[in-house]
C-alpha cells in the first residue's frame, strides 16, 4: 500500500533496524541510485561517513539482506536495495523533510500559463524536467463545470468548429458536420442565444435540456433554432465531464540510463506506455493510490499490477477550490526519491495557491 507524508509513520518498513543499519542502508540506497552499480562495503565504509570498519559493515550488510532490505546480485558482487530497502528509505525521507517552497519563478510560470489544462500541461513538463521520469497531471473531476462560453467557427464545406469553456478556463472542442450550411453570421447568433441561455448551466445538464427541447418541439417552424439545437447537441454529446490528464517525458522510459542487470524488460515498458496512450487506466490507477492529503509513494512490488512492479510512482493531489486532482511521476525504482518528492510535493502547493487565487 502507498505511504502518505499526511498520515503517521507506523515504522513498519524498518522494525528491527536500529539508527546505524538505517543510516547504512540509507547511503547505500543513495550511492546505488547515483551509480546504478551494487555497492561494496569497501565504498561504504570509505564513504558513508558512518566511523565503522569494513567488517562491521560487511556484518551490517548481512543482516541487512536477512531481513530482506538488500541482496546480492552475485557472490562476488556488492549489495542493491530491494524494494522493502526503497520503502524503509523512502519512509524516513517522509517521517524527516520539511517542505520547501518552489522558486518564484516555476510558481510565477504556472500563474502566466493562462487556463487550467495550460497550467497542467506546464505542470506535466516541469516534473518530467526535475525528475528525468514522467511527469503527469490529472484535471480535477469536471462534474461540476459550468458553461462560460460557447463558440461556432466556420470551417472547410459544412463542417463547424464547437469550442466550450467551461469555469476555471477548461477549453473543449469538436468538430461537427452540419446537414446543411449555415453562415457565419447565423453561427454567431446561435452561440449567441445558447450563451445567453444556458451560461452558468453544469455542461452535462445543457444536452439534456437541448435534448428535451428537440424532442418537445419536433415541428419547430425557425429552421435555425432547430439547426442551432441540433448543432448543440452534437457538439457537447462528447464533451461530457472528464478528467483531462497531461503526460510529458514518457520517451524518458526508453532512455533510462540502468546497469544491464536492472534493465526494465521491454514487455513492461510496453504496458506501461500503452497504459498513458489509453490515458483512463491510467487516470483510474494514479487517482486510486491517493489516500489522504500529502504524497503518497508506491514502489515496485506495492503496485497490485504486475505489469508496475518495476516502476516507483510518488503522487499528490491538489485543490482548485471545488475538486480535487492529481499529479506526480512515475520512473523506475532506482528513482531519486528525496528530488522527485520535493517537487511533486512543492508542485502541488504552487497549484493549490494558483487555481485557489480566484476561488
Same mark, same amino acid.
Given at each position: 500500500?502507498?505511504?502518505?507524508?499526511?498520515?503517521?509513520?507506523?515504522?513498519?518498513?524498518?522494525?528491527?533496524?536500529?539508527?546505524?543499519?538505517?543510516?547504512?542502508?540509507?547511503?547505500?540506497? @543513495?550511492?546505488?541510485?547515483?551509480? &546504478?552499480?551494487?555497492?561494496?562495503?569497501?565504498?561504504?565504509?570509505?564513504?558513508? &561517513?558512518?566511523?565503522?570498519?569494513?567488517? !562491521?559493515?560487511?556484518?551490517?550488510?548481512? @543482516?541487512?539482506?536477512?531481513?530482506?532490505?538488500?541482496?546480492?546480485?552475485?557472490?562476488?558482487? &556488492?549489495?542493491?536495495?530491494?524494494?522493502?530497502?526503497?520503502?524503509?528509505?523512502?519512509?524516513?525521507?517522509?517521517?524527516?523533510?520539511?517542505?520547501?517552497?518552489?522558486?518564484?519563478?516555476?510558481?510565477?510560470?504556472? %500563474?502566466?500559463?493562462? !487556463?487550467?489544462?495550460?497550467?497542467?500541461?506546464?505542470?506535466?513538463?516541469?516534473?518530467? @524536467?526535475?525528475?528525468?521520469?514522467?511527469? /503527469?497531471?490529472?484535471?480535477?473531476?469536471?462534474?461540476?463545470?459550468?458553461?462560460?462560453?460557447?463558440?461556432?467557427?466556420?470551417?472547410?464545406? #459544412?463542417?463547424?468548429?464547437?469550442?466550450?469553456?467551461?469555469?476555471?478556463? #477548461?477549453?473543449?472542442?469538436?468538430?461537427? +458536420?452540419?446537414?446543411?450550411?449555415?453562415?457565419?453570421? +447565423?453561427?454567431?447568433?446561435?452561440?449567441?442565444?445558447?450563451?445567453?441561455?444556458?451560461?452558468?448551466?453544469?455542461?452535462?445538464?445543457?444536452?439534456?435540456?437541448?435534448? +428535451?427541447?428537440?424532442?418537445?418541439?419536433? !415541428?419547430?417552424?425557425?429552421?435555425?433554432?432547430? %439547426?442551432?439545437?441540433?448543432?448543440?447537441?452534437?457538439?457537447?454529446?462528447?464533451?461530457?465531464?472528464?478528467?483531462?490528464?497531461?503526460?510529458?517525458?514518457?520517451?524518458?522510459?526508453?532512455?533510462?540510463?540502468?546497469?544491464?542487470?536492472? #534493465?526494465?524488460?521491454?514487455?513492461?515498458?510496453? !504496458?506501461?506506455?500503452?497504459?498513458?496512450? +489509453?490515458?483512463? %487506466?491510467?487516470?483510474?490507477?494514479?487517482?486510486?493510490?491517493?489516500?489522504?492529503?500529502?504524497?503518497?509513494?508506491?514502489?515496485?512490488?506495492?503496485?497490485?499490477?504486475?505489469?508496475?512492479?518495476?516502476?516507483?510512482?510518488?503522487?499528490?493531489? /491538489?485543490?482548485?477550490?471545488?475538486?480535487? &486532482?492529481?499529479?506526480?511521476?512515475?520512473?523506475?525504482?532506482?528513482? %531519486?526519491?528525496?528530488?522527485?518528492?520535493?517537487?511533486?510535493?512543492?508542485?502541488?502547493?504552487?497549484?493549490?495557491?494558483?487555481?485557489?487565487?480566484?476561488?
Amino acid at each position: 500500500m502507498p505511504r502518505s507524508s499526511g498520515s503517521p509513520r507506523d515504522g513498519g518498513s524498518s522494525a528491527g533496524l536500529d539508527v546505524r543499519l538505517r543510516g547504512l542502508l540509507a547511503a547505500l540506497v @543513495r550511492q546505488f541510485v547515483d551509480c &546504478g552499480e551494487p555497492v561494496s562495503s569497501l565504498w561504504l565504509s570509505t564513504h558513508a &561517513g558512518l566511523s565503522l570498519s569494513s567488517a !562491521t559493515i560487511r556484518n551490517m550488510l548481512v @543482516r541487512l539482506e536477512e531481513l530482506g532490505y538488500v541482496h546480492q546480485p552475485h557472490t562476488s558482487a &556488492g549489495r542493491v536495495p530491494t524494494d522493502l530497502g526503497y520503502r524503509c528509505y523512502v519512509d524516513m525521507l517522509l517521517g524527516s523533510r520539511r517542505r520547501v517552497r518552489l522558486p518564484a519563478d516555476v510558481e510565477e510560470r504556472l %500563474r502566466d500559463a493562462g !487556463t487550467v489544462d495550460e497550467i497542467l500541461a506546464s505542470v506535466s513538463h516541469e516534473l518530467s @524536467r526535475v525528475s528525468n521520469h514522467v511527469g /503527469f497531471a490529472v484535471a480535477p473531476a469536471n462534474e461540476a463545470s459550468t458553461l462560460e462560453h460557447i463558440e461556432f467557427v466556420v470551417l472547410e464545406g #459544412q463542417r463547424v468548429l464547437v469550442v466550450v469553456i467551461s469555469t476555471g478556463g #477548461q477549453i473543449a472542442h469538436k468538430v461537427v +458536420e452540419l446537414d446543411e450550411p449555415m453562415s457565419a453570421t +447565423e453561427l454567431a447568433e446561435a452561440a449567441n442565444a445558447l450563451n445567453v441561455e444556458y451560461r452558468g448551466w453544469p455542461i452535462a445538464g445543457i444536452r439534456a435540456a437541448v435534448l +428535451e427541447r428537440l424532442v418537445e418541439e419536433r !415541428t419547430l417552424y425557425d429552421a435555425v433554432l432547430a %439547426r442551432t439545437l441540433r448543432l448543440a447537441s452534437s457538439g457537447l454529446a462528447e464533451l461530457a465531464p472528464h478528467n483531462p490528464i497531461f503526460v510529458h517525458g514518457a520517451s524518458s522510459l526508453l532512455t533510462e540510463e540502468t546497469a544491464p542487470d536492472y #534493465q526494465i524488460p521491454l514487455e513492461t515498458l510496453g !504496458t506501461l506506455l500503452a497504459m498513458i496512450e +489509453e490515458k483512463d %487506466r491510467l487516470i483510474r490507477l494514479l487517482t486510486g493510490y491517493i489516500e489522504g492529503p500529502g504524497v503518497a509513494v508506491v514502489i515496485g512490488h506495492e503496485h497490485v499490477n504486475p505489469h508496475l512492479q518495476h516502476f516507483s510512482v510518488v503522487v499528490s493531489s /491538489f485543490s482548485d477550490g471545488a475538486s480535487h &486532482g492529481t499529479i506526480g511521476v512515475i520512473g523506475p525504482t532506482r528513482m %531519486r526519491y528525496s528530488r522527485t518528492i520535493a517537487a511533486v510535493d512543492g508542485v502541488s502547493q504552487a497549484i493549490s495557491r494558483v487555481l485557489g487565487r480566484d476561488a
